[in-house]
DNA sequence: CGCACCTTTGACAGCCGTCAACTAATGTGG
DNA sequence: CCACATTAGTTGACGGCTGTCAAAGGTGCG
């Protein structure tokens, strides 16, 4: 039943592949694991609608704002950023994607936003139209999608509610968030550059620098390099958060 | 199939009700039509976990923050805000309901926002569990829901790239979108406060004070009162949202 | 009438965006 | 191996948008 203790996309699909159509055969990992993804692997043949893995290179395009909505997305390694770029030329980062996310799950006819890969990835993806009609049929399927639906809706609030702080507790949060997606690990090392980070939280990168640097004064984290980046005081950060 | 035709959850319980287990039966109308929740016709002696319609007036709370989540809420009159209020004592409001709305659908335990009455309203409750269960057995519920939440995400999203813009930028886009969720009519009668719009649009009161009158400067807009707005130049505010 | 509450308007300050210059890191070609 | 280009990051100066504080209308309701 839904939200019962399936935690990724990853492990959505894989759960459902027992109980349902088999729609994908995918092996869980946690994303802290380097080899997350690399396991992956799709009965291509049974189901034609499911392909890939595809690879990608860093900067590559998996489609444009404005394109058709083909497919659904399931990230198997690496990192892919939703960007949307505005008339005056600033670009919105919607969200980052890590290893079992899924993403481009959405009503519209056209992508609101483009997706771009961050890092080397690579994906695995299903037709739309597809997969829509087969949870039309199948209640495990479309079970499975409500859960990812939720999911995403829960965090893209929570994103929503950094978005109308100060500089230092978005970042705070972002931190947080990004530390409590990859299992917690007392470093983290940011495949995203500052400039991705600014778009992400609506601030500028001087500003990101800037207030890094404040967090690193004060004591609440440290920095090996530009993008390393060591929870030093989770409890100072956490208050930094609120 | 997912994303044919069904316009407001409303509608899809609706629609539902004819092809599933007849879940609710519910006649639906569009926003604008002042009656619309009255016609409100739950079977509740079928399904007894659908009960309502409960009636509330204005500032009542439907739930706390920290509540467990025993139900999701079909609005079937006036309007709901969900709200979070931060250490600091600022309030940050998630989103306004409009009758057919549904809200509270989570995958958590507890509800991360409260939900209060902006103007007195009548709301349906329906059993979290005993819904999701259901959709677990009936793909035609599961597939419902997946497309309130599919709904739910693209209108959160577009929420969500409002609040790193100026003032001017987020108030149009606040607007237009209430507007057409209204069905476009010439004018708006805002039932919330401009403290309850603020709130919600990361902005201060005086803010959107200062920002409305601006554009009735500009003659983008015209107000007959603090709260009745009415859009004069359409494209101009299209402009501004951009 | 008087008391809430909402809204309006003004003065002022601060956070953060903008612009600019400089450093560091990486890659490319000679 | 070095010169050079390119990109990412850092730091400083400055200004504007918007938050804060304060006080004065409005409006509705008891």
New binding site residues.
């Given amino acids: 039943m839904v939200g019962e203790k399936i935690y990724t996309m990853a492990d959505m699909l894989w759960h459902r592949s027992e109980l349902s159509a088999g729609l994908v055969c995918f092996e869980p990992l946690p994303h802290s694991d380097p080899t997350r993804g690399e396991h992956c692997n799709l009965q291509s043949e049974k189901h034609p609608f499911v392909r890939g893995p595809r690879r990608y290179q860093t900067d590559d395009f998996l489609y444009d704002e404005g394109d058709i909505t083909r497919h659904i997305y399931l990230l198997t390694s690496g990192m892919v950023r939703r960007c949307r770029v505005l008339a005056?030329g600033?670009r919105q980062i919607l969200s980052f994607s890590l290893p079992g996310d899924i993403f481009s799950m959405t009503l519209h006819h056209r992508h609101s936003a483009s997706a771009e890969a961050v890092t080397n990835m690579s994906v695995m993806f299903v037709e739309r139209r597809r997969l829509l009609s087969l949870a039309d049929s199948d209640s495990g399927v479309a079970q499975a999608l409500l859960e990812v639906m939720m999911r995403d809706h829960d965090d893209m609030q929570e994103h929503m509610l950094s978005l109308?702080?100060?500089?230092?507790?978005?970042l705070a949060r972002f931190l947080l968030r990004y530390s409590v997606r990859l299992q917690c690990p007392p470093q983290l090392s940011?495949p995203?550059?500052?400039?991705?980070?600014?778009d992400h939280l609506?601030?500028?990168?001087?500003?990101?620098?800037?207030?890094?640097?404040g967090m690193k004064c004060s004591g609440v984290i440290e920095?090996a390099?530009?993008?390393q980046i060591s929870l030093r005081d989770r409890s100072a950060l956490e208050c930094l958060a609120e």
């Fill in positions: 005056n600033r109308t702080r100060s500089a230092e507790s978005r940011l995203m550059t500052l400039r991705d980070i600014a609506g601030l500028t990168l001087e500003t990101v620098c800037r207030t890094l640097n920095r390099g530009p993008r």
